[in-house]
């Protein structure tokens, strides 16, 4: 199967997700009670959009604590980057819808993996 073919079929799935809200109420709860995610100083995630299962209130709930980095990926041209999200308002629709952060900001907060 072609990959374009493969990736369409897969979001179309996505979106027929029964359970979405059920396992986004169990991510939220269950990551945060996760040993090494309590030893954790620095947390890569996503910003969700369409279909994906949500990050939002764990995302909140770690900025709001200030204990660790929460790292957010984005894309430029055809480079793939990880930078440090301080706050949500800093984010702004990317490439292909996806919530990323602001480009002005990535250079002074660029996270190497």
Do not use: H, W
Request: with cysteine; hydrophobic share 40%; proline share 6%.
């Amino acid at each position: 199967m072609e990959k374009v073919t493969l990736r369409k079929n897969l979001l179309a799935q996505r979106e027929l997700e029964p359970d979405r809200a059920k396992k986004t109420e169990a991510i939220q709860r269950v990551i945060p009670s996760l040993p090494a995610f309590q030893r954790c100083q620095a947390l890569l995630c996503y910003a969700s959009f369409g279909a994906e299962l949500s990050l939002d209130q764990l995302i909140d709930r770690e900025l709001a604590l200030g204990v660790r980095q929460i790292c957010l990926p984005y894309c430029s041209g055809t480079k793939l980057g990880l930078s440090l999200l301080l706050a949500k308002t800093e984010l702004e629709t990317g490439i292909f819808g996806v919530p990323e952060l602001r480009p002005e900001l990535r250079s002074s907060r660029e996270v190497q993996p």
